[in-house]
């Protein structure tokens, strides 16, 4: 079973950045799949904020597009999100999420709240004051 493992998130003032790591566990199969990053507050559906495919083929919701960066080093199969002029509007549990489709259907993909991907990290807290 492929285990995700998420590090990173905490408190941030708002203007500052954050930086949140997923690591995949030996036997995630990259090749033509995607890693992406999701979030939800209580009471709300998940959000689909960035998504990279094994080719480093990226894609972001508008409302992270300029402030938030995925990447991936894949050697390690680790993904990152670098979460940059953080707002209030950003506080919220992030998910990691692999094994979604890649290529231009990420695009889709993110307006989704998730389905597409077979495995989730754990989630992470991250609480963005003014």
């Known amino acids: 079973q492929v285990q995700l493992e998420q590090s990173g998130g905490g408190s941030a003032q708002s203007g500052g950045s954050l930086r949140l790591s997923c690591k995949a566990s030996?036997?995630?199969?990259?090749?033509?799949?995607?890693m992406a990053w999701f979030r939800q507050v209580p009471g709300k559906a998940r959000e689909g904020l960035a998504a990279i495919d094994s080719d480093g083929l990226t894609s972001y919701v508008n409302s992270v597009k300029g402030r938030f960066a995925i990447s991936q080093d894949n050697a390690k199969n680790t993904v990152y999100l670098q979460m940059n002029n953080l707002t209030p509007a950003d506080t919220a549990m992030y998910y990691c999420?692999?094994?979604?489709?890649?290529?231009?259907?990420?695009?889709?993909?993110?307006?989704?709240?998730?389905?597409?991907?077979?495995?989730w990290g754990k989630g992470t807290q991250v609480t963005v004051s003014s």
């Open positions: 999420a692999a094994g979604g489709p890649g290529g231009p259907v990420m695009d889709w993909v993110l307006t989704r709240t998730g389905d597409d991907f077979q495995f």
């Open positions: 030996l036997g995630y199969n990259a090749d033509r799949h995607s």
